[in-house]
């Protein structure tokens, strides 16, 4: 079963910023349609955080427009989330996934802690 490696998740505090990367193997990642950020808090559904597809610009939640950015690294396989002036509304669980031919993969899931 393929699955993404996510990284970077942690622990901050409020105001800070961390990066998530998604590492995507290179027959998925050149074919895709889309590449995705989702959340997941206790209690709360999911949430759609950033998207990029074949046709820009990419999209946000609005809890996250101008504090968070999507971007992809051609050459590296990878895509990243960018969290800046992180709030502890943010605290969730992070998962990328990838749309490639119909097929959605997933990440594990990595842990962000904003502290207040």
């Known amino acids: 079963q393929v699955q993404l490696v996510e990284s970077g998740g942690g622990l901050v505090q409020a105001g800070g910023s961390l990066r998530l990367s998604c590492a995507v193997p290179?027959?998925?990642?050149?074919?895709?349609?889309?590449m995705s950020w989702f959340r997941q808090s206790p209690g709360k559904r999911r949430e759609l955080v950033a998207q990029?597809?074949?046709?820009?610009?990419?999209t946000y939640a609005e809890s996250v427009k101008g504090r968070f950015t999507i971007s992809r690294d051609v050459a590296a396989d990878t895509f990243y989330l960018q969290m800046n002036s992180l709030k502890p509304e943010d605290t969730a669980v992070y998962s990328c996934?990838?749309?490639?031919?119909?097929?959605?993969?997933w990440g594990q899931g990595t842990q962000v802690t904003v502290s207040s």
């Open positions: 996934t990838v749309q490639r031919l119909g097929v959605d993969y």
């Open positions: 290179r027959i998925i990642f050149s074919n895709s349609q889309s």
């Open positions: 990029i597809t074949r046709d820009p610009p990419p």
